[in-house]
């Protein structure tokens, strides 16, 4: 009895030099479902574009810890309301341009903290100093 698995494949006939060419260029032409995803963080053109992205999520996690702490302090709420307001539009903006998905887990965490922050200056007594 014969053991199917061990059966050996046929060999294919080997292909001129044209024919490898052709062959190389049929698997260049892709159909549109076949086109690989390509995302803004791979195509990018002018490496410093990473870097103004990068310190723009720095900057909004920096003033979300600023606006939440100074929010949990009852005499600093006039600075929590401020940096909050502050904090939130540039945390929107840096949401909007970011290219990474660590980008934009910074951006969340800063503008969640930046919205705690206002919060509870706004608790704590608002724009009155």
């Known amino acids: 009895m014969r053991n199917v698995l061990s059966r050996r494949r046929p060999r294919r006939p080997h292909t001129t030099e044209d ?3 052709d062959a ?33 999520a720095f900057i909004t996690i920096v003033g979300g810890v600023i606006a939440f702490v100074c929010g949990a302090v009852h005499p600093t709420h006039f600075i929590a309301v401020c940096v909050g307001i502050v904090t939130v539009v540039f945390g929107f903006y840096s949401q909007l341009v970011s290219a990474t998905t660590a980008e934009r887990w910074v ?23």
Do not use: C, K, W
């Not at 892709?30 to 723009?56: D, G, I, K, N």
């Not at 800063?110 to 704590?124: D, I, K, N, T």
């Open 24 to 56: 190389h260029h049929a698997a260049d032409v892709q159909t549109p479902h076949q086109r690989p995803v390509r995302h803004r963080a791979y195509m990018r053109e002018h490496p410093h574009e990473h870097q103004r992205e990068a310190s723009l």
């Open 19 to 21: 024919q490898a060419a």
């Open 107 to 129: 951006n969340v965490i800063g503008l969640g903290l930046a919205f705690l922050g206002l919060g509870l200056g706004l608790r704590h007594g608002g724009f009155r100093i």
